[in-house]
């Protein structure tokens, strides 16, 4: 994947910065290890291990098409709703005796749909992304509380609870993680090895020439946006399965982990670089920072504390690295400020007049 | 007269209007539902209706300030919460007497403000990740020092939530509160240097920059500005609601987001009003109100908040976009 970043950006020198960020999430992982080592002996058990990964599959896989996103430019503040609306309609399918795998497709092909709704109103319609899933955030969770109401429906058959809850048998290795590398594996090569990757990049770097250039800007964040409804739908049955629970509340406040694992994962917040690996890599990392913390007694609200911090910090260390350096470079070669040391969000500023009408 | 200034005009024009059609469609609407249930046109009940969305109005002018200059603050429902149950919880142990109290509250909402005006302003943070990170702090901090422990209405002194409860010659206090906050606002957006920035700013951070104008100053502000309304807000939800624990006001940022947005406020930034907002978070609580009485759930109501917000924003591109293919077209091109 580096090699696709490098010949994008050959100037900016993100790449190297983005190798050291992962280096550097590589370091503090081995770190959190050997710090959750010393608080309990259960830390580096396979049954632990499997825990911790189980804990935050949804979160995990959400995060996947969040990354291709967020690298076009936009956000999808609404996954959370998205996989609650799934869950809730689930169960009030399956309490309405409609056979599960017919229920299952149902909801995914709304979550598609969903996803649709938020594509068109971006894409199409020139809204800021941000706006449009804030509104669909509130929406998406209004239908899932008509949908179900305030009940949970628990009554599933083990072989669906299995799922999310069950190992592969013969390993501690639970399902939603199986889920998750597929999913990771097929998005990674289409990130970085074919021309919708290409595409997503070009999107974020600069969209406006990128339509230029001839890539079809709306059709591909249309496409994304698709693609994250209906992930966030799969999110919100392995959920359900996982918790044995349909619950229109389900899957509340996870926008923000989901978030916070992408930028973590050095995907850039002004589009145009990022990558899956990167990712998968922050998704282990805050698996383990969890499950450490949870080890040492930490309590929810000091972890949520910290995980809003992880989210500032992991945009702010970068970006202030950046500026750092560019401004260092300046000092050295008397040159006069470079045009991108004025951060990209900035410079490049989404408004109606730059769509195509 | 520049093309510039003419649009700028037309804009203001269109935001008047948005003013007087949310006015139209409210009466319609309180018409409406009076028709299938007459309890909603009592004083009593459009009272309660008002003071109710106040709370929200107060919180709404401090976002709309912030989308103003073209960010957004997810925060406030945190900010409004910890403000709240700090208050409340100084007054029971009777740290402070409620006027320092009322301040303290103020003045913290004043500091978290701060806090994500240098995130976003001088860290030059996206607001959408600065914010959504400060949420779940703020929030944390406040379920840590809140817990389980719930202060009671009887543990708040004599008195303090009177405010939420009585009127000045048959206006109701919060109101007139509000009515003030937006007639100060609205003088200091319109007449004085800074206001004049802050739309600047918003229409257009680059030619904002080529002027000369402090941008970072004026995001600072905004954001400074929205935590100390934030905090009055809190001050008030405390007033308000009486019984106050560490989950007040969890999930408000949707209504404060949507009654900005709603009240014409433009999510593209610079343009909008003060009056605006307050009257969307009035409409937002009249909807509110009228729900059960129609004979619906409160359930449809997050789903009408969604609604809302997009259809204000859609509407807000569909103007944008038609001002800007006359202005091309008279000048020519």
Known sequence: ?357 | MTAATRSGQRLGAIARQRELGLLVILVVLGAAVTLRAPQFLTIANLSQVSVLASVTAVAALGEALVILTRNVDLSVEATIGIVAYVVAVTLESHTFSAPVAILFGIGLGLLLGIVNGVLVAFLRVPSIVATLGTLSVFRGIDYFIAGSHQVPLAGLPEGFTDPARSDVFGVPVFVLVTVILVAIGTVILRSTRFGRQVYAVGSNPEAAAILGIPSRRVVFTAFAACGALAGLAGVMWVMEFGTINGTAATGAVLAIVAAAVVGGVNIFGGSGTLAGAALGALFLGFVANALPLIGLSQFYLQAIYGAVILAAVAADALILRRLQRSRTRRSGR
């Open chain 1, 1 to 357: 994947m580096t090699a696709v970043t490098t010949s994008a950006t050959p100037r900016f020198g993100w790449t190297r910065s983005l190798a050291r960020w992962e280096t550097l999430l590589v370091v503090a992982l081995l770190g959190l290890i050997v710090l959750g080592n010393a608080l309990s002996p259960f830390f580096l058990t396979a049954g632990n291990f499997a825990n911790l990964i189980a804990a935050l599959m949804e979160v995990a896989i959400m995060a996947l098409p969040m990354t291709l996103i967020v690298i076009a430019g936009e956000i999808d503040l609404s996954v959370e709703s998205a996989a609650g609306l799934a869950s809730a309609l689930l169960g009030f399918l399956w309490m309405s005796h409609v056979p599960l795998p017919i229920a299952i497709l149902i909801v995914l092909a709304v979550g598609a749909l969903g996803g649709l709704l938020n594509g068109l109103l971006i894409a199409r319609g020139g809204l800021p992304s941000l706006v449009v899933t804030l509104g669909t955030l509130a929406l998406f969770r209004g239908l899932a509380l008509i949908v179900l109401g305030p009940i949970g429906v628990s009554d599933f058959p083990e072989a669906f609870t299995a799922v999310g809850f069950g190992h592969v048998p013969g390993t501690v290795i639970p399902w939603p993680f199986v889920i998750f590398l597929v999913l990771a594996v097929v998005l990674a090569v289409v990130l970085h090895r074919t021309w919708i990757g290409r595409h997503i990049y070009a999107i974020g770097k600069n969209s406006g020439a990128a339509r230029y250039s001839g890539v079809r800007v709306a059709r591909v964040k249309v496409g994304l946006f698709m693609l994250s409804g209906l992930i966030a739908a799969l999110a919100g049955i392995i959920l359900t399965s996982r918790l044995s629970s349909a619950r229109a509340d389900a899957a509340q406040g996870m926008t923000l982990t989901v978030v916070t694992v992408v930028l973590l994962g050095g995907v850039n917040i002004f589009g145009g670089s990022g990558s899956i690996p990167g990712v998968v890599l922050a998704v282990i990392a805050v698996a383990v920072m969890q499950n450490a913390l949870r080890l040492a007694s930490v309590t929810v609200e000091v972890q949520s504390i910290a995980l809003g911090l992880l989210l500032i910090l992991s945009v702010v260390i970068p970006t202030s690295a950046h500026r750092a350096k560019s401004a260092i470079e300046r000092v050295r070669g008397g040159r006069p400020p470079p045009p991108d040391s004025v951060p990209r969000g900035e410079q490049r500023i989404p408004s109606v007049e730059e769509e195509p009408s």
